[in-house]
Each structure stands twice: as C-alpha cells, then as structure tokens.
C-alpha cells in the first residue's frame, strides 16, 4: 500500500477518513476555504466530482486556515456551509496545516522535502491529482479552476 492510503485523516464529522477508501481511485486534494475570494471553485469542484466519481474519480477536501484566516469556523460551520451554499457531497477533513512546523503528514507527502511536486503550498485551493496507486501525477495552482482543460484532461487520462 502507498504512504497516501495508508493515511486517516479524521472527517468534518470527527469519524475518521481512511485514505485507502481511495485507493484504485484517481483523488483530487484540495485544500480549501470558505471566505476566500477562490470559494466559488467549490461549484466546480462538485461538479467535477460529480461527472467523474462513477469512473473511479474523487475530491478530497481539506479545510486550512493558514492563509489569511479564511476558514476560521467549527467542522459544523464549515460543513453547513459546503453544504448549503454549493451542494458539497465529496469528502471534507477536518482542519488541517499545509504549511510550516505543524504541517500535517498528507502535506508532507503531496509537497514536502523530496516529493515531486515539493514546494510550500501557496494559497487556497490549490490542487494535487493522486493516481490509483498513491503516486501524485499533477499539482496546479490556486488560480487553476478545477473545470480549467488542463485539470480535466489530466483526470481522464489518469482515469484511463
């Protein structure tokens, strides 16, 4: 098994999230906030999970107040929130560090010291696409909608 799916993160509702759920699955991780100027991307993001998750496709979620305290809310207030404002039905962590001392082990496998795409994490929403076996395939900037054609032609040929 990959480092990727033989993490647990724990979900919005406290019940813990196995990353092996994943595994045989293409995963999009996105670290998200609710009260940034990139929000909206949530819509696209749902609507990419929902054209793709029948063919083995994900969004993963995970919430960060790192940047400009744009996700101060509870696991509640975040969830009420996806909810209500853009239908969010794919999987939400629970609050997480990306950047600096604290940075949880996820963020050290997508972009810590020695990783492919290694780099601190340098907005919300920015977006790493996790192959069937755990191996990152594509980072893309905060500023890359998850509907840009680069995203999605990278998640199909993936899904291939």
């Known amino acids: 098994m990959s480092a990727f799916h033989e993490l647990t993160l724990d979900a919005l509702d406290g019940k813990p999230l196995p990353l092996e759920t994943f595994k045989g699955k293409v995963v999009l991780v996105v670290n998200v906030a609710s009260k940034c100027g990139l929000t909206p991307q949530y819509a696209a993001l749902e609507n990419l999970y929902q054209q793709f998750k029948g063919k083995g496709f994900s969004v993963l979620g995970v919430p960060c107040n790192q940047f400009a305290g744009q996700e101060p809310g509870s696991e509640q207030d975040i969830q009420a929130f996806c909810s209500l404002n853009y239908g969010v039905t794919f999987p939400l962590s629970s609050k997480l560090e990306v950047n600096g001392p604290d940075r949880h082990q996820l963020y050290r ?15 919300n929403f920015e977006k790493f696409l996790v192959g069937k076996d755990g191996r990152v395939l594509a980072r893309f900037s905060p500023r890359t909608a ?9 998640i199909e040929k993936s899904l291939a």
Do not use: K, S, Y
């Open 146 to 154: 998850p509907d840009d054609a680069t995203v999605i032609q990278a």
């Open 109 to 123: 496998l997508l972009a810590g010291e020695g990783a492919e795409f290694e780099g601190e994490i340098t907005w």
